[in-house]
């Protein structure tokens, strides 16, 4: 075995099921690598499939693609507090954009996109089921959506492949095309998405797809970045055509989507399906930045910069959310949480571990100690925590929602496509209950941020309009153009075919 093989075999084997042992693993996982005859038997595909579908949840983790989606820009910062959340810097590294190919999290984000990649491919390559072919390569597509996005290289295999020979890698360009060709070819046999499960792969899932790759095409296209991106109009009238192609409609009540029982809202288009007291993490929505003390309780990490916060006017509705038994149960509205904060009943102040008054402040450093050690920065909860059982309740998690397809159509519009984006700005704006602005670049980018908050879009976003680099609240400086993109992990460039991102 090579030496390459020797150490994916080290670091991946233990994510691998179904019997691969390491003689055959080779480079299964970092480039989805399959050959017919290495299972010593019958691919169990149902199996593989089901397992590619649960690794959806690996996006609610809060580190790895969370992390990368917005810890690196100007919405959520991971302060390092006293001798709590330093972990070798790897949180901070991200927001001031000084993070390197060791940070690990970038690295577990690599693998298991990368090893569910493998898994669809051993579905595509063995299975006649035409669903779940369909299903394999819808979600294989959605990953390597993810790694174009990150990491502009994508490795893979084609049926039948040496497994001694290095895996081929696409360019960010060929991969764009590959993906949007596979996606265009499967949305027509994909079913209608079924009402109360989003979580069921769909063709109202494909089409939000294909229409956030044509709205990055020039970003993905681009042979630098960091200049002046050009959107072709026939790529923004396609943006349109999908998001239009949409059967999908508001919820009445924005939080509707990430309560307990937000399956049943229509506005939801893919999720990532949590079982109540049995599955997900999505329990590191409310406790990544609560205090100890709060119900739930939380691990004190996590905060919202003031500058992103105070985008939001006191009345949007998307800043926070309370209900007669949210106040009951957790003592505070659920979402952005800064001043005092109660108990359970919302009328007894809570206190630090140090016996200090629990309140919750704006202002927050990179690295916090001193009487500010619990209470620096503003908190979030992003969904609503269920009484039924807090470390594993049943919300689903948001992977595409159809406002944010509306506000993919609105940009779309202004940057050369045909429509009313102004009739979507007020769309939006009337469900916030705030008025309704202009449907300008700068509009749509803003309204996005306060929209589609903690949904894990708001780097893809920041690029595509030019944001990601610049200086911002607790990140003093313009960012080198490198940060663009994410370094490939070390172990991954054995494959002679894969470079290094430049700048790393």
């Not at 704006?362 to 620096?376: F, P, R, S, Y």
Request: proline share 5%; charged share 20%; glycine share 8%.
């Amino acid at each position: 075995m090579k030496r390459n093989n020797i150490i994916k075999c080290v670091l991946f084997s233990s994510t691998i099921l179904f019997g691969v042992s390491c003689t055959n693993l080779d480079e299964e996982i970092l480039d989805g690598y399959n050959s017919d005859s290495n299972s010593g038997g019958a691919v169990n595909t149902t199996a593989l499939l089901q397992s590619a579908t649960e690794d959806l949840r690996n996006f609610q983790d809060m580190g790895q693609m969370f992390t990368m989606d917005e810890m690196s820009t100007d919405a959520l910062v991971g302060p390092t507090r006293g001798g709590d959340w330093d972990d070798n810097a790897k949180w901070r590294q991200f927001h001031v954009h000084t993070w390197g190919p060791d940070n690990p999290e970038i690295i577990v984000a690599w693998n298991n996109l990368l090893s569910s990649v493998y898994k669809c491919n051993q579905v595509i390559f063995n299975s006649t089921n035409p669903t779940q072919l369909a299903n394999a390569r819808f979600l294989r597509a959605f990953n390597y959506f993810k790694l174009i996005d990150y990491f502009g290289q994508v490795p893979y295999r084609e049926k039948g492949s040496d497994p001694q020979a290095n895996a081929k890698v696409w360019t960010r360009s060929e991969a764009t095309d590959f993906v949007i060709a596979e996606l265009e070819a499967i949305v027509g046999s994909l079913p209608n998405r079924v009402a109360g499960d989003p979580s069921i792969i769909n063709k109202d899932a494909a089409n939000f797809l294909l229409a956030k790759l044509y709205l990055n095409k020039g970003v993905f296209k681009a042979a630098d970045p960091s200049a002046a991106i050009v959107f072709d109009a026939a790529d923004m009238n396609k943006v349109v055509s999908y998001v239009n192609a949409i059967n999908s409609s508001l919820s009445t009540n924005y939080w509707d989507n990430f309560s307990p029982s937000n399956n049943t809202s229509p506005e939801l288009l893919l999720t990532s399906k949590n079982v109540l007291g049995t599955t997900g993490n999505i329990q590191s929505r409310w406790r990544m930045g609560m205090h100890y003390n709060q119900t739930p309780g939380g691990w004190n990490g996590f905060a919202t910069v003031a500058e992103y916060y105070n985008r939001f006017s006191a009345t949007d509705a998307r800043r926070n959310y309370s209900t007669t038994e949210i106040i009951e149960k957790f003592g505070n509205p659920i979402g952005f949480q800064i001043g005092q904060m109660y108990a359970p009943g919302g009328v007894t102040p809570l206190k630090d571990r140090n016996g200090n008054p629990l309140v919750y402040t704006a202002a927050l450093t990179m690295i916090t100690g001193g009487a500010t050690l619990e209470t620096a920065g503003i908190r979030t909860q992003k969904y609503q925590p269920d009484p039924k059982n807090l470390d594993n309740p049943e919300n689903d998690y948001v992977l595409m929602r159809y406002s944010d397809a509306l506000l993919m159509k609105a940009e779309a519009i202004k940057r050369g496509a045909t429509g009313d984006a102004d009739a979507i700005m007020s769309q939006i704006a009337t469900r916030a209950g705030i008025p309704a602005v202009s449907a300008t670049l700068d509009n749509i980018y803003l309204e996005r941020g306060r929209e589609l908050w903690f949904e894990g879009w708001r780097r893809n976003d920041m690029i595509r309009f030019g944001k990601f680099l610049s200086a911002r609240e607790l990140k003093p400086t313009e960012s080198n153009s490198k940060y663009l993109l994410y370094p490939i992990p070390a172990d991954a460039l054995f494959n002679v075919n894969l470079k290094q991102n430049p700048g790393y």
